[in-house]
């Protein structure tokens, strides 16, 4: 470590970045989360260079209502870079956002990277963050920022299973002793379940709608299991006609939703169900008596603990601050740094 390196950390406040597919959270050392915003670029494209026009919550309202010389994108797909330079530029926005002092500070970077990551996919997000200024990258497995984030005492010579439902992926592990006995990371999350909402309305109700209107019925009606009555809430939600080719408004119900939604919820309960089957007896028999922790905001998806109790039989909670939870981990290992080294991985 050079003299500049010891210099730009007296300066500086290290961070810990959720990287996700949704949405982007950023923690400060000593300072918690202080930032939280969607992960979307919108660029305008001018003879073929690219020049940023607005990043997070600005750029989102853009997603599917621009003209054609400007793009708005999500650099982040299944909680990896899909696109390298706009990753970048989004990482050295929210950088500048939180660091708004000397350009000349340098910050250590912890990011949290799913489980099931290739090492190419891993390089190309260690490599955005150097190139975004920071002095060090370090990487740290999701499930076990998740399972940090929500107070589970996985230093402990005992079984704790974590189910974290991001945008992209949903991870599930079993860990014990401060490292991962076994996880599996299956590319299912809220991204999936928005797209099966738009495939339910095309197919059923011929009527195309966007992102951002799936997502909207998600969060306000979204259910995993069938109401008991049959119906549940409802809302207007409004489209295009595909038959007429006409702007349109019709009603959904709960019940269609939770029709629209079946096959992601199955997906994530199968592999809730596959980590169960894999996981050692003794370390299973410790998850009977502690149950399963829901994180992230997959979690949040309305009697989605049920859907799982009935599946597992096992208690199913969801941590306190879900959405939070990956952020608050990372941030975590970065102020227990000494503590957790071994879940840090600064040279692969």
Do not use: W
């Not at 999350?189 to 799936?214: C, K």
């Amino acid at each position: 470590m050079g003299i500049f390196d010891v210099l730009g950390g007296l300066f500086t406040a290290d961070m810990a970045i959720d990287l996700g597919t949704a949405n982007t959270l950023v923690y400060v050392k000593g300072r918690g989360v202080i930032l939280s915003e969607p992960s979307v670029v919108a660029y305008h494209v001018k003879d073929g260079v690219k020049k940023v026009l607005a990043v997070g919550e600005d750029a989102k309202l853009m997603l599917g209502r621009t003209p054609g010389s400007i793009e708005a994108i999500r650099p982040m797909r299944e909680g990896v870079i899909a696109d390298f330079d706009t990753a970048e530029e989004m990482i050295k926005h929210f950088i500048r956002k939180v660091h708004k002092r000397s350009t000349f500070s340098k910050p250590k970077i912890i990011v949290c990277v799913p489980h099931g990551a290739t090492p190419v996919e891993k390089r190309a997000i260690r490599q955005s963050v150097l190139s975004a200024g920071a002095r060090r990258a370090g990487l740290i497995a999701e499930p076990i920022a998740a399972a940090i984030g929500a107070g589970m005492p996985i230093t402990d010579p005992t079984g704790n299973m974590v189910v974290d439902i991001g945008g992209g992926t949903t991870e599930v592990a079993v860990l014990s002793l401060g490292d991962i006995v076994y996880a599996r990371s299956v590319r299912v999350g809220g991204d999936r379940m928005d797209e099966a909402i738009v495939s339910y309305l095309r197919r059923q109700q011929n009527l195309l709608v966007g992102e951002s209107t799936a997502e909207r019925i998600k969060t306000s009606i979204g259910t995993a299991r069938m109401p008991d009555d049959g119906r549940g809430a409802s809302m207007h939600i409004r489209g295009r006609d595909l038959l007429n080719g006409v702007p349109k408004e019709i009603e959904i119900s709960q019940a269609q939703v939770a029709e629209a939604l079946a096959e992601p919820v199955q997906q994530i309960c199968e592999a809730v169900m596959t980590a169960l089957e894999a996981t050692p007896p003794d370390l299973a028999a410790d998850i009977v008596d502690r149950g399963v922790m829901l994180t992230g905001g997959g979690a949040l998806l309305g009697d989605l603990d049920l859907a799982l109790r009935e599946q597992t039989g096992l208690a199913v909670s969801i941590a306190d601050e879900s959405l939070n939870c990956v952020a608050l981990g990372t941030g975590k290992a970065l102020e227990y740094e000494k503590q957790l080294r071994h879940a840090i991985d600064y040279d692969s």
